[in-house]
């Protein structure tokens, strides 16, 4: 087949081609479809040249920053050159089209995939994750649907708005991203002389101190610079602690001095994550939903409708220790409540610190009302060395009979799961008014299980609020099974936005981190892959 002279113009196009690289492997195959000189139907072309739909997507990818997504992934400012220098020249050869089209329609059809479901799955960065993925939907046919009316502008919108608290995150983003560019953060503040800084103290660094709490929004302008660490910028620190997950205290010590330090562009990654993580998080998969946010130490009950989110119960909860056992992240069904529960200890827990505990204190296991079960189901209830050596050989169980001591409290929830975690009431309600709250075996505890069970126990008018309390004080186990299973999903945002104040919160788990280099190794890998040769 005979090639056609390039234009010099054609050629400033093609060079462009050749800056980019592969948005995804599907472009390999795309390309390798599209034979010189064929004739084939565009997506972006008409016949004076590129479309006004070629030019707004390019602006779309170029714009991806918005949505938290990187517009390098996209080529988004390779393909925006090339479509630009089409628009302006006076011939562009078949091949060049055709190889411009496919590029444009690949990005478009990646970067709408991407803002849809999200650029990862989640067995990609937590082997925890048990919940169902939504299926990607088909790549073309999702940019045939964006390029119906009315537009892709349109489209792009629609799709981001499923994205929960979508507007309040671009928010920060855009706060934030415009903090980064601004002088200041470059020097961490540094550590106050006594370890800390209190009320009336002086500061080296008071000045740049201020200067960061107001252009975060916790503190007004001061109207003449102050001397001192002055009650008003206690106040300020205090609004700043609430934000970031620490003790309010108005005291500047290590953890705070930290916080203080990150800087804007860390926060706006962390919000990118956020975001990330949310396109996959299924929130409102139900009627009504239990979700329970990990680093936020937070359970939320609502009811999903047309409108929006009615949220019925906010309340604070322990979660899984982040040293070694941390509450894994899922997307259950609670499909019964325990009233006056057994706590069957885990063998795990056995083993680590139960029978050690009955051996050096044998006491304990009448304290706590400890009793043995054999491998035929018989119920034994006294100690001795031989009844420890049945469980610890795996023969025999150990359980907590219900009772004010019982580490279950008076009620569980229960979301049948291979990692055997449920929510429950707990004695040890004094640990609720601690900040940090990894406190649990991976289990979660409840703040307020009446108004918990309330929620879950709402369309059974049998069962009123005395009811529930009744049931919970009667020391007799009571199963109930639920008529309706409740999703309960156990997610991880560290991003939260409340009556539009933005909080910021610790990565617990690190799972962040390792999101973070997921995304990281991804779009290294599509910067990488070169676009083979066009054979001009």
């Known amino acids: 087949m005979q090639l056609q002279t390039p234009h010099p113009r054609s050629a400033a196009i093609m060079h462009a081609l050749h800056a980019t690289r592969l948005v995804a492997l599907v472009l390999l195959a795309a390309l390798a479809m599209v034979s010189v000189g064929a004739t084939q139907t565009l997506t972006w072309f008409d016949a004076k040249g590129p479309t006004l739909q070629a030019i707004e997507a390019t602006t779309l990818l170029r714009q991806a920053f918005v949505q938290g997504l990187d517009p390098a992934d996209y080529n988004a400012q390779a393909l925006s050159n090339a479509i630009q220098n089409a628009t302006q ?20 059809q990646l970067f709408l995939a991407d803002l849809q479901t999200g650029r990862v799955a989640p067995d990609q960065v937590n082997v925890m994750f048990k919940g169902p993925q939504r299926p990607r939907q088909d790549a073309p046919d999702l940019l045939r649907t964006a390029l119906a009316p009315p537009g892709l502008s349109r489209a792009v919108q629609a799709i981001a708005r499923q994205l929960p608290m979508a507007q309040p995150l671009q928010d920060a983003l855009r706060q934030y991203r ?54 008003d910028i206690t106040e300020a620190v205090r609004r700043f602690q609430l934000r970031h997950g620490l003790e309010p205290d108005g005291i500047i010590g290590r953890l705070t001095l930290a916080q203080l330090n990150v800087t804007p562009a860390q926060r706006v990654r962390q919000i990118e994550l956020t975001m990330e993580r949310l396109r996959w998080t299924p929130l409102t998969q139900a009627r009504r939903m239990i979700v329970v946010n990990v680093p936020e130490f937070m359970l939320r009950a609502y009811t999903v409708h047309p409108q929006g989110v009615e949220i019925g119960l906010e309340m604070k909860i322990i979660v899984g220790k ?13 499909r019964y409540i325990e009233f006056s529960p ?54 025999w169980r150990i359980r907590q009979r219900p009772g004010p001591s019982n580490a279950l409290g008076a009620i569980k929830f229960i979301l049948p799961n291979n990692a055997s975690i449920y929510l429950h009431h707990t004695p040890t309600l004094h640990l609720f008014e601690r900040t940090r709250r990894d406190f649990s075996h991976g289990c979660i505890r409840v703040a307020e299980p009446v108004a918990l069970a309330q929620f879950v126990l709402q369309d059974d008018p049998e069962w009123t609020q005395e009811r529930i309390e009744e049931a919970m004080a009667s020391g007799t186990s009571r199963t109930i099974r639920l008529r309706d299973p409740l999703p309960v999903l156990i ?46």
């Open 322 to 334: 982040a040293l070694d056992t941390r509450t894994p992240l899922s997307d259950e069904e609670m």
């Open 178 to 231: 415009a903090l980064a560019i601004e002088p200041g953060w470059q020097t961490p503040l540094p550590l106050p002389a006594k370890g800390k800084l209190v009320t009336g103290e002086l500061y080296p660094a008071l000045d740049e101190l201020v200067r960061r709490l107001v252009a975060v929004g916790d503190l007004q302008p001061p109207a003449t610079a102050p001397n001192e660490f002055d009650q």
């Open 491 to 536: 997610a991880y945002s560290t991003v939260v936005i409340k009556q539009g104040v933005v909080y910021f919160l610790d990565d617990l788990y690190g799972h962040d981190r390792i999101l973070d280099a997921a995304l990281k190794a991804r779009s290294e890998a599509l910067q990488r892959a070169s676009l083979p040769a066009l054979g001009l």
């Open 89 to 108: 020249a006076d011939y562009v050869p078949d091949y060049a089209r055709e190889r411009l089209d496919a590029a444009l329609t690949t990005s478009m």
């Open 342 to 395: 057994y706590w069957n200890v885990p063998r795990s827990i056995a083993l680590r610190e139960t029978l050690p505990r009955l051996r050096k204190d044998p006491g304990y296991f009448d304290r706590q009302g400890f009793e043995f079960v054999s491998a035929d189901g018989t119920v034994v209830r006294t100690l001795t060395d031989a009844h420890i050596a049945s469980v610890q050989q795996g023969s």
